[in-house]
């Protein structure tokens, strides 16, 4: 088992420019999420999904938008990026089949850098 | 608003001896609480976890204490050692609109002196 991946490991993009981050988990996970870390504040939601086919907005969902295709990807698109949005970008599953009290796994993480 | 505080950035211990986390929180419908690990460039990896039904689990070398009254969450690691040194976030989660949600805390990085 792989876990979470995250695609890319590292980007940079121009302000405006727009590109699309790719999660994979292969453990059949229902719920999927995408957080941002920032210095000095931890991570915070930006959008959920708590199966395929559907999506929610979390705590920073402005600028981002989700797909949840298929149930082992979710997508996190930016539309026109921005200097605010440079970031650590953060993966997450969990079962979604034992009640609320589960523990989210995460990917490795995405390292955007806008310019 | 900050719902989930770590208010120490930092803290050094000593190799062999224990290492305390703190972690604070507001909102009383959190009902379940973790902690993660995050080594440098790589994904937070869950440590150990606490209903709110409980005051304290214990893992190894890892507990966690929860106080409702106060609430408060603290992380003991006896004996701390070198490879413990990583940052800690607290987490705390709480049922909204038909999912969890966790709600983080800033992180204490902790570092363990040979």
């Known amino acids: 088992n792989a876990g979470v991946t995250q695609t890319p490991k590292f980007r940079v993009l121009k302000t405006g420019q727009s590109m699309t981050l790719l999660c994979a988990q292969d453990?059949?996970?229902?719920?999927m999420y995408w957080y941002r870390q920032d210095p000095g504040m931890g991570l915070r939601l930006i959008h959920y999904?708590?199966?395929?086919?559907?999506?929610a907005k979390g705590e920073v969902p402005d600028g981002y938008n989700v797909s949840r295709l298929k149930k082992q990807n979710f997508l996190l698109g930016l539309e026109s990026a921005a200097p605010s949005q440079t970031s650590v970008y953060f993966c997450?599953?969990?079962?979604?089949?034992?009640?609320?009290?589960?523990?989210?796994?995460f990917g490795p993480g995405t390292r955007l850098l806008v310019l | 608003d900050q719902q989930v505080k770590q208010n120490s950035p930092s803290l050094s211990v000593q190799e062999g001896r224990i290492s305390i986390l703190n972690c604070d929180y507001t909102?009383?419908?959190?009902?379940?609480f973790l902690w993660y690990k995050k080594y440098p460039a790589e994904g937070p990896t869950f440590l150990i976890s606490?209903?709110?039904?409980?005051d304290k689990n214990e893992d190894g070398r890892f507990t966690v204490f929860l106080n409702k009254s106060a609430k408060h969450l603290s992380l003991h690691i006896v004996p701390s050692q070198p490879g413990d040194s990583a940052v800690y976030f607290c987490?705390?989660?709480?049922?909204?609109?038909?999912?969890?949600?966790?709600?983080f805390g800033q992180g204490t990085r902790l570092t363990i002196n040979p």
């Open positions: 997450a599953s969990r079962k979604g089949t034992s009640g609320y009290q589960e523990t989210q796994y």
């Open positions: 999904s708590v199966g395929e086919g559907t999506t």
């Open positions: 453990m059949n996970h229902e719920y």
């Open positions: 606490i209903s709110s039904i409980k």
């Open positions: 987490a705390a989660s709480v049922k909204i609109q038909g999912a969890q949600k966790l709600v």
């Open positions: 909102n009383s419908m959190f009902d379940y």
